[in-house]
């Protein structure tokens, strides 16, 4: 069973800086597209940012020079830095991986559970 952990949510003050961390657990054959998104009460959970298996990253326009993703695929866990925090940021963050698992030979999307950002203003 492949399981997606998400960690490193919590309280921060605004331009106070949090590290998230996802990893992947499981029988798993391979992992492509990593990705971070987040989701307010009420509202469509958005994307932040995404890392292919190459290292090639995207951001959302709103986090765009305050946050960076990473990978270490040897540990098979992606990484958030976010930085200048915003309360506008405050959300539940989910890591989203696409994968293989090793039972199977199709790509399918792993969520994780999430974990809460809060930022004060």
């Known amino acids: 069973q492949v399981q997606l952990v998400e960690s490193g949510g919590g309280l921060v003050q605004a331009g106070g800086s949090l590290r998230l961390s996802c990893v992947v657990s499981?029988?798993?054959?391979?992992?492509?597209?990593m990705a971070w998104y987040r989701q307010t009460p009420g509202k469509q959970r958005e994307l932040v940012a995404t890392i292919t298996s190459a290292g090639t990253t995207n951001y959302a326009d709103t986090v765009k020079g305050r946050f960076a993703i990473s990978r270490d695929s040897a540990k098979n866990t992606a990484y958030l830095q976010m930085n200048s925090l915003k309360p506008e940021d405050t959300a539940r963050y989910y890591c989203?991986?696409?994968?293989?698992?090793?039972?199977?030979?199709?790509?399918?999307?792993?969520w994780g559970q999430g974990t809460q950002v809060t930022v004060s203003s």
């Open positions: 499981g029988g798993i054959r391979r992992i492509d597209t």
């Open positions: 989203n991986a696409k994968l293989t698992p090793m039972w199977s030979v199709l790509m399918s999307d792993y």
